[in-house]
């Protein structure tokens, strides 16, 4: 399977990057064909980078057109080495990547005080909060997610895919979790529902699923 | 006389703000301090219905910062008390004809003259609120207990602390004890877990409230209200008088004995 995909990734905060691995031109339009419309909203008004490797940058210019047909526009190309590739497109070698990629070290950031309604924070890395966040406020960590208080906003921990974060609250009551490119819905029935005695959570992906289990069940796994 | 300017607002619409603005402006006048309200919901005007005032309108707020009549012409003095003055809302205009700097120079000209200049805000976190938060020294907020008004509510506060509006209280108006405690309703304590700002006070669902906006006549002149008992304490707070948590309880008590058994949980 590994090594003819064509895959969509999202880039920390930067945007999304198309990663196109099969050599056949035919096969390369099929794939983006199907996986396009499921993402084509995530990919407006954002930066999308094309990926490229040494058997397939000769269609660089015909993959751009066809995803220009399909609504996306690529803000630039990845390629390893740029040698041969012809295009109107900017182009980035994977070496400058991976020096920007360096630099941009992941930390923790702190915020004291609730987050309310309306409210975001964005954060490349973990992120810790020291307060409530309030109903529609939305935060986003590239790493975990420690909400010190009540979480009744919509987290996404892991933001750009890494399905290792983890969020975790003293009183964990969202409407939505997002880890990774995973998504999970409060059942109905506990939407508008005031826990009396929370206790402290811990959400989590395993096999694929987002799985919510008390803290300290979930320090015994680990 | 530097005075002090007052901004009601809530965020959701329909939840008291001017039901709330009345009884406070008339409220803070008996006791004897020298009040002007303000209707700034542009377009859509109300306070001077419920303050009974509507018959006497000839210039409103949009007059003066246009400057097509002086100050003193658009304040309409009250009819009970002559510490109240209003100055109305323009109805045949909408948020747009007035900016925040205007309204700013015009709560510093009232100043010289008022004790407390308070703000009727409009719904929304539009431009009319905008105008109405920013020359504010204080912001009550209005709420119910419903979600939706408390999510609008929390909302709101997001917007004022980052207007750096740091001097807020909450008023959290219409609750009903009996649905609190069939659990139907939020309790006092359930909104201030959500906003956590501090309690200025709580005014019980009043059914009169309708009858009393329809003669003109807000519930703090009507000695058996149970809501013009609530605005009076609330009242006593603005006035700095250290009225504590557990007076509300107190006062209530005989009037609403099924609000006190239920806070005093």
């Given at each position: 399977?590994?090594?003819?995909r064509?895959?969509?990734?999202?880039?920390?905060?930067?945007?999304?990057?198309?990663?196109?691995e099969?050599?056949n031109?035919?096969?390369?339009?099929?794939?983006i064909?199907s996986?396009?419309?499921?993402?084509?909203?995530?990919?407006?008004?954002?930066v999308?980078t094309?990926k490229?490797?040494?058997?397939?940058?000769?269609?660089a210019n015909?993959?751009v057109?066809?995803?220009?047909?399909?609504?996306?526009t690529?803000?630039?190309i990845v390629?390893?080495?740029?040698?041969?590739?012809?295009?109107?497109?900017?182009?980035?070698?994977?070496?400058?990547?991976?020096?920007?990629?360096?630099?941009?070290?992941?930390?923790?950031?702190?915020?004291?005080g609730?987050?309310?309604s309306?409210?975001?924070?964005r954060?490349?890395?973990?992120?810790?909060?020291?307060?409530?966040?309030?109903?529609?406020?939305?935060?986003?960590a590239?790493?975990?997610?420690?909400?010190?208080?009540?979480?009744?906003?919509?987290?996404?921990?892991?933001?750009?895919?890494d399905?290792?974060?983890i969020?975790?609250?003293?009183?964990?009551?969202?409407?939505?979790?997002r880890?990774?490119?995973?998504?999970?819905r409060?059942?109905?029935?506990?939407?508008?529902?005031?826990?009396k005695?929370?206790?402290?959570e811990?959400?989590?992906?395993?096999d694929?699923?987002?799985?919510?289990?008390?803290?300290?069940?979930?320090?015994?796994?680990? | 006389?530097?005075?002090?300017?007052?901004?009601?607002?809530?965020?959701?619409?329909?939840?008291?703000?001017?039901?709330?603005?009345?009884?406070?402006?008339?409220?803070?006048?008996?006791?004897?301090?020298?009040?002007v309200a303000?209707?700034l919901?542009?377009g859509?005007r109300n306070?001077d219905?419920i303050?009974?005032?509507?018959n006497?309108?000839?210039?409103?707020?949009v007059?003066?910062?246009e400057?097509a009549?002086?100050?003193?012409?658009?304040l309409?003095?009250?009819?009970?008390?002559?510490?109240?003055?209003?100055?109305?809302?323009?109805?045949?205009?909408?948020?747009s004809?007035?900016?925040?700097?205007q309204?700013i120079?015009l709560?510093?000209?009232?100043?010289q003259?008022?004790?407390?200049?308070?703000?009727?805000?409009?719904?929304?976190?539009?431009?009319?609120f905008?105008?109405?938060?920013?020359?504010?020294?204080?912001v009550?907020?209005v709420?119910?207990?419903?979600?939706?008004?408390?999510?609008?509510?929390?909302?709101?506060i997001?917007i004022?602390?980052?207007?750096?509006?740091?001097?807020?209280s909450?008023?959290i108006?219409?609750?009903?004890?009996?649905?609190?405690k069939?659990?139907d309703?939020?309790?006092?304590?359930?909104?201030?877990?959500?906003?956590?700002?501090?309690?200025?006070?709580?005014?019980?669902e009043?059914?009169?409230?309708?009858?009393?906006?329809?003669?003109g006549?807000?519930?703090?002149?009507?000695?058996?209200?149970?809501?013009?008992?609530?605005?009076k304490n609330?009242v006593q707070r603005?006035?700095?008088?250290?009225?504590?948590?557990m007076?509300?309880?107190?006062?209530?008590?005989?009037?609403?004995?099924?609000?006190i058994?239920?806070?005093?949980?």
């Amino acid at each position: 399977m590994g090594g003819s995909r064509v895959l969509i990734r999202g880039k920390n905060f930067l945007g999304f990057e198309i990663d196109i691995e099969p050599d056949n031109l035919d096969e390369i339009k099929k794939q983006i064909a199907s996986v396009i419309p499921a993402s084509a909203h995530l990919l407006k008004n954002t930066v999308v980078t094309l990926k490229l490797n040494d058997s397939n940058k000769r269609f660089a210019n015909d993959i751009v057109q066809f995803l220009k047909e399909h609504g996306v526009t690529i803000n630039a190309i990845v390629v390893n080495n740029r040698k041969d590739l012809k295009t109107d497109v900017p182009v980035i070698e994977t070496a400058h990547i991976n020096l920007l990629a360096d630099k941009n070290e992941k930390e923790v950031a702190t915020y004291r005080g609730n987050l309310r309604s309306g409210q975001l924070i964005r954060v490349n890395g973990d992120l810790v909060i020291v307060g409530n966040v309030n109903a529609n406020a939305y935060v986003y960590a590239t790493g975990n997610i420690f909400v010190l208080g009540a979480l009744h906003g919509i987290p996404h921990a892991g933001y750009g895919g890494d399905l290792s974060a983890i969020i975790f609250a003293f009183n964990l009551n969202p409407p939505q979790i997002r880890i990774g490119d995973l998504i999970t819905r409060a059942p109905e029935d506990q939407l508008k529902g005031v826990s009396k005695s929370p206790v402290a959570e811990v959400a989590y992906v395993q096999d694929g699923n987002i799985i919510i289990s008390p803290y300290d069940e979930w320090l015994k796994q680990n | 006389m530097a005075g002090k300017v007052i901004t009601i607002t809530s965020g959701k619409g329909g939840v008291g703000k001017s039901t709330t603005t009345a009884n406070l402006a008339l409220g803070l006048a008996l006791a004897g301090k020298r009040v002007v309200a303000v209707d700034l919901d542009i377009g859509l005007r109300n306070l001077d219905m419920i303050l009974g005032l509507e018959n006497r309108i000839v210039y409103d707020v949009v007059n003066i910062v246009e400057k097509a009549c002086k100050l003193n012409q658009a304040l309409i003095k009250d009819k009970r008390t002559d510490n109240l003055y209003l100055i109305a809302a323009a109805q045949t205009r909408d948020k747009s004809a007035v900016n925040a700097q205007q309204i700013i120079d015009l709560t510093n000209e009232l100043k010289q003259s008022f004790d407390f200049i308070i703000l009727d805000s409009p719904a929304g976190i539009e431009s009319g609120f905008k105008n109405a938060m920013l020359p504010a020294d204080e912001v009550i907020i209005v709420t119910t207990p419903e979600i939706s008004a408390v999510r609008d509510a929390d909302r709101v506060i997001g917007i004022l602390e980052s207007n750096e509006k740091n001097e807020m209280s909450l008023i959290i108006n219409r609750i009903n004890p009996v649905l609190v405690k069939k659990g139907d309703m939020m309790s006092k304590d359930d909104v201030l877990q959500v906003l956590s700002i501090p309690l200025l006070g709580i005014v019980p669902e009043d059914s009169n409230i309708v009858s009393y906006t329809n003669i003109g006549e807000p519930s703090i002149l009507h000695k058996d209200s149970k809501s013009g008992k609530a605005y009076k304490n609330i009242v006593q707070r603005l006035l700095g008088h250290d009225v504590p948590l557990m007076d509300i309880m107190e006062e209530k008590k005989g009037i609403l004995k099924s609000i006190i058994d239920f806070f005093k949980e």
